[in-house]
């Protein structure tokens, strides 16, 4: 009694606190529920503080990120211009704009060493892969409905044209190629968190899927002939940015080279700068994800799940309603399938590769979670294929029922993350 009587006292209860401790003492009462209140009250701002300025990375990071891969993917596409429209962009345009979801699988599991931070890493790719293969391709359809493709010729003499276009009709032998690829890394995904454990030939085993797909596209199997030549579809701005715009915007190649046409040495320079940017920007990411998980009371699974995967989205998306508009239909699709093959091979087989070689096998995350995400990972796959592959033109109509799709998704998500915050309150 004398040690709680004291423990008190150092709460400041001194003037309290009676020889005998006499517990009808109200005034005593309402002192302590008043520094009770005053701590919870303490802790729940702390925590409010700390998610909105989680929040406040993961939008810098996307900023961040999708000037970053603009200077990426400029970099890239000159060092693949003599690639074939469809191989490109599941190769080159695919790789620049996964970078952040490999990048930020790679930060969340060297940094946290723990399945929460394995489990975050799936989650991203995941998530990002959804978004990938449902919004994307809706945005790409409202876009040249709406917005118009640029026709050919008109140059920059005159105001750019642009035509609507109110049906779609791409190479079925390229999705085809690209999605079966990607059909055959999800299962194998799914087949390996069947396990407690992940080992490094599980990931080597998905960087042989990426290379096996590699070779089928270096091939030439499922590509389309490369009627023209592009580069005029290509919007030159005779402005240059400032350099203080150049830096804002994360433009080497102006920055550096005041915007001068690329060579393969410029290139490899801005691709490297573009690449260390873009790590730096995943790597707060990471923190943030960890960060926002502590302040909402949730497995960081989930807020990898919604925060990390918008975020590493961005770069897709606008590379591949870039090229939609340009009337390269091909290439905005094999963007959003062939990075999604990215995500799951390379994204997560290379970061489990290279850590379970240094640190030892990676224990999977609940089971149930990891294989329902995954599961239905692999059902809307199949339904974005089929509604893609059997539909002779994809219209809006397609994409508004793509959206249905995404919403369910997000619906899901949220069940999903409501079921584990009631467990937690039980518990």
Known sequence: MENFGSGLAGLGFQNQIPTAFDFGDTSLCREILHFAQKSHDYHAEKKLMDLLIALGVVIIASLVIMYACNSFDDAASYLGRNMAPGVRGATINAIGSSMPELMTAMFLLFLFHDRDGFAAGVATTAGSAI????????????????????????????????????????????????????????????????????????????????????????????ATSDEDDDDDAEEEDDERPSKFKAILTFDFNNLIYNGKNYTTGSAWVVLSLATMAIGIACWQLAEAVMSSADALDVPAYFTALIFAAAATSVPDTVLSVKDAMRGEYDDAISNAVGSNTFDITVGLGFPLLVYALIFGDVAVMSADQTQALRIVLFAVTVVVLGVLLLRKHVTVATAYFLLIIYMGWMGFVFYDMASVVDAQGVG
């Open 131 to 222: 978004f990938n293969a449902v919004i994307i391709p809706a945005l790409c359809i409202f876009a040249v409905r709406y917005k118009g493709v640029l026709v050919k010729g008109s140059g920059d003499a005159v105001a750019a044209v642009r035509e609507r276009i109110t049906r779609i009709e791409m190479s079925k032998s390229g999705l085809l190629r690209d999605g079966a690829f990607l059909l055959i890394a999800e299962a194998a995904l799914i087949w390996f968190l069947g396990n407690s454990t992940m080992t490094w030939w599980m990931g080597g085993a998905l960087l042989v899927i990426y290379g096996v797909y590699f070779l089928f596209l270096t091939s030439g199997f499922g």
